[in-house]
């Protein structure tokens, strides 16, 4: 007997053969998928519960490889400043970042993923043990990195106390059946070789991961190119630090035999096209990283950096930006695009066993979205409605582990005005600072 039986107008499986089933269904035992196909097949099959959804189709839930979703109350706060992380972001952190705020806009922004059609993350932030609450609480599955600093930090005095912290913040969540803690080393330029060296150890004696924007920054790059070639170059000197285990996040500055290198190396890496087109930045080359065998996805960033939580918004952007980078039309193919956000992520996140597209035996994350709006329609082409004309609000329904973590567009494990409400008294909390900041 399965669990769930969800039939709909097509369900997109992004499996090996890119099979299509329109109309089809997805049946869910124990969490995983048990059973999928055309909708005729599965008809007969018997089910404890069954969810008829004719005007909606049927696809992997997305996952965003990089975020700090705590970061929602400063969201739009301080824009079109330059040298903004050392200007604004570090002090406005350092005063005003509690267990609370990490809390609450955690789970503000869990929302908004959640009701967007986001079933998998990876963040990174300080006190992220509350970013792990948040997310047991809303029901996602994510990567959750303890950031490191070499200065104080907003739950860590020391510099380099983010490692103490982040070994408690890992024995206490190492075995949750969503939530997998990690390092989150902030960048090259914040961490010294020594401590990087030091956290890479840890990660493996741990057996956890490694998350770290690499090669993001203009500063970064002349300051690492001057001695070793390139960032990348100059993390490779560290031992054992460019694994597998690494998920490197940004990699902007980047040249051909970087790309080999970290191909080589087992790198898997986060692309954040819409935050780093707001920064003025280089467009990472995505699609060279993955033809070289990288596996990579994509992301929003932060609310502060890309500022919406969907993922709608960069699955738009990140194959325009790469065919403007390439100059090529035909270069990221809207199914290809489909599959990076999708298996692509799980993949970068270490997860594509797992998650990622719908095959028997996987877990079931998948998303329902309606079918009937406007901007919508007509349907000729599912990948290329799914990249350039879905949109959060056609998202009805979100499932991770076969249970609905939304249903008919709200939050099923709490009530979500109560978030909004208390987003709103943290953000009036935090006003005068930012105002004061801004000038
Ligand atoms: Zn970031």
């Known amino acids: 007997m399965n669990d769930l039986i969800v039939e709909a107008a097509a369900v997109i499986t992004v499996d090996p053969e890119w099979k299509i089933h329109e109309p089809g269904y997805i049946a869910v035992k124990d969490g995983r998928i048990s059973a999928i196909g055309p909708a005729a097949e599965g008809k007969d ?11 909606a189709f049927l696809m992997p839930g997305l996952v965003n490889t990089h975020t700090h979703i705590s ?19 570090f002090p406005l952190e350092r005063d005003l970042v509690t267990r609370d705020l990490t809390y609450w806009s955690a789970l503000y922004c869990l929302v908004e993923m959640a009701r967007s059609g986001t079933t998998t993350f990876a963040d990174m932030y300080y006190f992220e043990d509350e970013v792990a609450k948040a997310t047991d609480k809303a029901g996602l599955r994510a990567i959750l990195g303890e950031t490191v600093l070499g200065h104080a930090a907003p739950d860590a005095p020391e510099a380099y106390g983010g490692i103490d912290y982040a070994r408690r913040f890992i024995d206490e969540w190492k075995g949750h059946p969503r939530i997998a803690p990690c390092f989150a080393p902030h960048a090259p330029y914040t ?4 401590h990087l060296e030091k956290v890479a150890r840890e990660a493996e004696s741990f057996d956890v991961g490694i998350m770290m ?3 993001e920054m203009d500063f970064e790059h002349e300051k690492f190119s001057k001695l070793d070639g390139t960032v990348l170059r100059y993390l490779d000197s560290i031992p054992d630090l460019l694994s597998p285990r690494l998920l490197a996040v940004h990699m902007l500055y ?9 191909a080589r190396r087992g790198l898997r890496v986060a692309h954040c096209p819409a935050s780093n087109a707001k920064s003025g930045r280089l467009i990472c080359p995505a699609s060279r990283l993955q033809a070289a065998g990288v596996p990579l996805g994509l992301a929003t960033d932060g609310p502060l950096s890309g500022n919406g939580m969907d993922m709608q918004g960069v699955l738009n952007l990140y194959p325009k930006m790469q065919k403007v980078r390439e100059g090529r039309r035909d270069i990221v193919t809207a199914r290809e695009a489909v599959r990076t956000a999708t298996l692509g992520g799980a993949e970068a996140l270490g997860l594509g066993g797992e998650i990622g597209s719908l095959e028997i035996g996987k877990k079931a994350d998948f998303i329902l979205v309606d079918l009937d709006d406007f901007n919508i329609q007509p349907v ?9 004309a879905m949109r959060p609000h056609n998202v009805v329904s979100t499932y991770v582990n076969g249970r609905p973590v939304v249903k008919d567009k709200r939050m099923t494990g709490f009530d979500q005005n109560e978030v909004f409400k208390r987003m709103n008294q943290i953000a009036g909390s935090c006003a005068n600072y930012i105002s004061q900041i801004s000038l």
């Open 71 to 89: 970061m929602a109350a400063f969201r739009g706060a301080c824009e079109d400043i330059p040298n903004r992380l050392t200007k604004v972001i």
């Open 380 to 388: 000729y082409d599912w990948y290329s409605i799914i990249v350039y």
């Open 45 to 55: 099959r018997p089910a404890v519960q069954r969810v008829q959804a004719p005007r």
């Open 191 to 194: 961490v010294d070789a020594h």
């Open 254 to 262: 980047l040249d051909e035999a970087d790309i080999g290198l970290a």
């Open 213 to 215: 924007h690499v090669a």
